[in-house]
């Protein structure tokens, strides 16, 4: 609920159109899903103070989707 609020505010601060809508959504779900492998990534490796690398690469690649990723990684960070 809370990323579909999320959704709509910023598709209305940002003033995407329709067509926008598809690609900031689809770019969110797959940063969402660079998030949560880079979670997974360092859950499996289990190495000590190496969150910070993994945080890291989350979130650029999450941004490097576009708008839509960019959102995500801040959301989710």
Same mark, same amino acid.
């Given at each position: ?7 709509l ?8 159109s329709?067509?926008?809508?598809? !690609? ?6 797959? #940063?969402?899903? +660079?998030?949560?492998r880079a ?5 499996? =490796?289990?190495?000590k103070? !190496? ?6 690469? #989350?979130?650029? +690649?999450?941004?490097?989707r576009?708008?839509?990723?960019a959102? =995500? ?5």
């Amino acid at each position: 609920m809370k990323l579909f609020i999320g959704l709509l505010l910023c598709s209305w601060v940002l003033g995407v159109s329709s067509e926008g809508w598809l !690609s900031f959504i689809g770019e969110a779900i797959q #940063g969402t899903r +660079d998030m949560w492998r880079a979670y997974s990534d360092m859950r499996e =490796a289990n190495y000590k103070n !190496s969150d910070k690398y993994f945080h890291a690469r #989350g979130n650029y +690649d999450a941004a490097s989707r576009g708008p839509g990723g960019a959102w =995500a990684a801040k959301v989710i960070r």
